[in-house]
Antibody, heavy 121, light 107 residues
Framework: QVQLVQSGTEVKEPGASVKVSCKAS????????IHWVRQAPGQGPEWMGW????????FYAQKFQGRVSMTRDTSIGTAYMEMSGLRSDDTAVYYC??????????????WGQGTLVTVSS | DIQLTQSPSFLSASVGDRVTITCRAS??????LAWYQQKPGMAPKLLIY???TLQSGVPSRFSGSGSGTEFTLTISSLQPEDFAAYYC?????????FGQGTKVEIK
């Protein structure tokens, strides 16, 4: 069965960086994109960007450009999201999700369990 | 960016009720819309994609319709496990965007 398993809770000081991992299993890792979505406490989800697990190509929401980097290691079927210059308003649960389909049939069909990132001094 | 506006933001209903949630897009998105259910402390779960296609394993009491700028998610007979938050997401144009959510609570 498809699973995405993320790394554990992180506590960071303002200005620091964080790197969250997302290990995929149960499907061919390079066949699907990985998307990253975050959710601040009490808020709705916010889409951050996607990465092609095959080519490594990326697309980031403008809000995160220059601060976020999405990478992967195909040998171990793992995607990573690194964010720098953390601020208190980056405190959120960060999710990876598998992208499937094309055109109107695009969707996020499997999600990781989420990684809480707390930014506090 | 395309904005998605859900209504209502909050809904109080009873088991067995028929429930409809609306998602309006700020510009036409064809049928490139998905619906998710999220329970507290859990990741979102895909219910519907391409506006009306039921994800495998999702009960048939969930259905979606619409195209262009107006979409609906309907739960034909609300069950106890359906009390949750619901979000729409558009994929027509990146960046993808989510609606602000609809919280369905027990009356």
């Amino acid at each position: 069965q498809v699973q995405l398993v993320q790394s554990g809770t992180e506590v960071k000081e303002p200005g620091a960086s964080v790197k969250v991992s997302c290990k995929a299993s149960g499907y061919t890792f390079t066949a699907n994109y990985i998307h990253w979505v975050r959710q601040a406490p009490g808020q709705g989800p916010e889409w951050m960007g996607w990465m092609s697990s095959n080519s490594g190509g990326t697309f980031y929401a403008q809000k995160f450009q220059g601060r976020v980097s999405m990478t992967r290691d195909t040998s171990i079927g793992t995607a990573y999201m690194e964010m720098s210059g953390l601020r208190s308003d980056d405190t959120a649960v960060y999710y990876c999700a598998r992208g499937s389909g094309s055109d109107n049939w695009r969707r996020l069909d499997y999600w990781g369990q989420g990684t809480l990132v707390t930014v506090s001094s | 960016d395309i904005q998605l506006t859900q209504s209502p933001s909050f809904l109080s209903a009873s088991v067995g009720d028929r429930v409809t949630i609306t998602c309006r897009a700020s510009q036409g998105i064809s049928s490139s819309l998905a619906w998710y259910q999220q329970k507290p402390g859990m990741a979102p779960k895909l219910l519907i994609y391409a506006a009306s296609t039921l994800q495998s394993g999702v009960p048939s009491r969930f259905s979606g319709s619409g195209s262009g700028t107006e979409f609906t998610l309907t739960i034909s007979s609300l069950q106890p496990e359906d009390f949750a938050a619901y979000y729409c997401e558009q994929f027509n144009t990146y960046p993808s965007t989510f609606g602000q959510g609809t919280k369905v609570e027990i009356k």
